[in-house]
């Protein structure tokens, strides 16, 4: 079964012994992992076993002392607190913050309890925090959401691009997938940080913070200047290009080199690079999206690949790699910015559309998206929503401007934590404490970073009381008394077969997939995959001759005629002259080049970037990165902390990454205990001099508690994602 980590969406095999889990190796003959795997998949079983495991809900008594309850008085707990604030307040004081580490199946049930079944107008996701700006930006460039890469894409480029992404660390088996690439690959790490990936790639441009918009405009300068275009792939398949070429024209490398820090003659070869390149791809994460300008500075990127003609063919792509097991599930089934299944809640047919397959009255669906998360946190702190209903995440650690978070949760006259544990930090500040089993002790789907679908089972059963979310979800409808409207929702299963009748006639169309038997046999599947051949343009698969593709894993493996058998080791070295080179179980989007607006075309989407929110000054004259710290931490670290195994890979104490230029200046050595401070809190960390940060930067792993009360609360205008990654600072003996 899929990972329950990272979106690599690596699969694990589970040996059971007496139909108790006893062990686990990497899956051997799974398109995506090839029987590798990192340190949190080998120790994923492991963690299910830690001693504070939530076993039965808890609640806070007049007292404030939390006391197990019953899961009969928990709910109705739960339901009467709920409908009170409601009666009081309006439907809008009620709101969720869900996840993507859930399966599809529970995520849905959820938006669609919360929002159809309870009312709330309000629910959003961490996906928030990670994945708002890729969303957006595809959706603008793209008309869907839809990130149009296979990993196979790793292994075919000839020149990969990474933007403000450390996959060394974050995601470990796709770098093993760059690693098998057999052309000899200009790797190319665009991150201020010499972080592991930059360690090995064959180029690291060490850019200032947030000024990648600028480079990629004085880039697309020099490839328009040179003719290094694809004028043809510009004609046939795009809009809005001149306009572009027109406002990029500013662009100068002295400008260019002022705002990065980059030498001309590092800007001149990158352009060389992807000139020569037959096969580029860009690939993105989190020094892009969470960012004041996160979207601009994606859709800079998606504007070089669409102009120099490197989409829809093996090894190219505009690429966004998601983070969590399922962020694509939340993107596209949550039930939060989009309607179920990629769906529009501003367009009545989409409404309707829903509605009939629901068989609910249209009239309980909203008729636009929910608040993002940002909003929902400020509606506390205005009073405008006073319960709020947090599943799988841990917003009291891993949202922005930590102590100014805490005090707007505290404020709440209702907060309802569901996790798998009662110490996580948001959990520790609830009212009531709903018990929920983990990855391996139930049933679903996650959608990975190339789309694929992939299973999750049930292989343990979870401790005490603690029920799957999913069944959560289910006694909460029964509670609330709208159990009838979700009567079809009668299992994962079940549920899968609803949302494959939601997604016809989408993008993301995967009506072809019988069931999770089918999604077994063929090692998953990418969406789409729709049954009908006339679905939406687009949506069928096809190669560039027109011929229909489907996905084809797993024992089986059948592949595409002229293409290279599938071969599970990852030796079989691609064929030059073979139609694509890659397997029938990898299918990449737009390999017809055309878009999803409604004329087919992807668009050039551009403005002047912005000044950093928070520049360095003489009081704080340092700039805070934050990030992944290591392979053995996950985020907030409720769960890998609970590993004896991954604990011995990291530091135990925050620490902070420093220049030795900036420790000499403050008499700093590593080792030493030095404050960090910023406008909003100030944190004791473990300084450790390395070359690895440029002067005047420091970086703070985001899985210490402490990390998020230096940040500052600024977002994306229009993805309303955080920007985690640049903050003024400074830092004392
Ligand atoms: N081990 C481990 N793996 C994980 C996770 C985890 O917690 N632990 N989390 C998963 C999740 S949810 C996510 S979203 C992904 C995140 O995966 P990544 O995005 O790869 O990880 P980060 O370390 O957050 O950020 C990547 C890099 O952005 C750089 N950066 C900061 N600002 C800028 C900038 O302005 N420009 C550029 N070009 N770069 C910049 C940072 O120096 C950092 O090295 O990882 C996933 N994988
Ligand atoms: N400074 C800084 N902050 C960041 C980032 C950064 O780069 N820098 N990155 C941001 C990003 S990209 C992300 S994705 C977020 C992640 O932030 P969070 O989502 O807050 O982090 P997690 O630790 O993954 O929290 C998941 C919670 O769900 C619980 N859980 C796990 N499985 C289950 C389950 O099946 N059911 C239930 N009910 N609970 C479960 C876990 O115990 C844990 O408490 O952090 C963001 N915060
Ligand atoms: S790379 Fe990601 S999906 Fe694969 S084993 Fe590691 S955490 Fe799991
Ligand atoms: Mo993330």
Known sequence: MVCGYCSTGCSLTVHLKDGEAVSLTPAARYPVNRGVACPKGWEALAVLAAGDRATTPLRRDPSGVRQPVGWDE???????????????????????????????????????????????????????QC?????????????????????????????????????????????????RNPRDP?????????????????????????????????????????????RAYIDAHTRDFDEYAAAVETYTLDRVTEATGLGADVVERLAETIHRGRRVSFWWTMGVNQSYQGVRTAQSIINLALMTGNMGRPGTGANSITGQCNAMGSRLFSNTTNLLGGHDFANPDHRAKVARVLDIDPAVIPTRASRAYNEIIEGILRERIKGLWVICTNTAHSWINQDQA???????????????????????????????????????????????????????????????????????????????????????????????RLSAGQPCDITGIDGYDMLDDRGGIQWPFPAAAEAMPGAVPRDQAGERRDDFCGDAAAVLPGAVPHDPSGATPPVEGASTGTPACERRLFEDGRYYHPDGRARFVYEDPRPLPEPPNDRFPLLLLTGRGS????????????????????????????????AKARGVVTGDTVQVESRRSRIAATAFVTRSVQPGHLFVPMHYEETNRLTDAVFDPYSKQPSYKACAVELQP
């Not at 709910?75 to 580490?101: C, D, N, W, Y």
């Not at 544990?421 to 520790?428: F, N, S, V």
């Open 186 to 230: 200009a790797i190319v790490v665009i991150d201020p940080r010499v972080t592991e990936t930059a360690m090995q790639a064959t180029e690291h441009l060490p850019i200032r913070p947030k000024s990648d918009q600028a480079l990629f405009y004085g880039l697309a300068r020099l490839l328009i200047e040179r003719g290094w275009i694809d």
């Open 406 to 500: 805490r005090d707007i949760l505290g404020r709440l006259d209702c907060l309802v934590v569901q996790d798998m544990y009662a110490t996580t930090e948001t959990a520790r500040m609830a009212d009531l404490v709903l018990p929920a089993a983990g990855w391996g002790e139930k049933d679903g789907t996650f959608i990975n970073s190339e789309r694929r679908i992939g299973r999750i089972r049930k292989v343990a059963r979870a401790p005490g009381q603690a029920l799957a979310d999913f069944s959560i979800f289910k006694l909460v409808a029964e509670y609330w008394g709208c159990g009838e409207m979700f009567r079809a929702w009668r299992s994962p299963a079940a549920t899968f077969q609803i949302l494959k």
């Open 131 to 179: 994945m708002a700006t890729s969303v957006v930006a595809y959706k603008q460039a793209f008309g869907f959401d839809a990130p149009p890469y296979t990993y196979r894409d790793f292994e075919e480029s000839d020149v990969i691009v990474f933007i403000g992404a450390n996959p060394c660390l974050a995601h470990p088996i796709l770098w093993e997938r760059v690693l």
């Open 74 to 128: 928990a709910l109705r707990t739960m339901v009467e607190r709920f409908k009170a604030i409601q009666a009081q307040h309006g439907p809008e004081s009620v709101a969720f913050l869900g996840t993507g580490q859930m399966p599809t199946e529970e995520m849905a049930l959820l938006g669609a309890l919360a929002r159809f079944g309870m009312g709330m107008a309000h629910g959003d996701g961490n996906t928030r």
């Open 631 to 662: 392979a053995a931490q996950w985020h907030t670290q409720t769960r890998t902390a609970k590993s004896a195994v991954l604990r011995k890979l990291y530091p135990a104490r925050v620490y902070v990454e420093v220049n030795p230029v900036d």
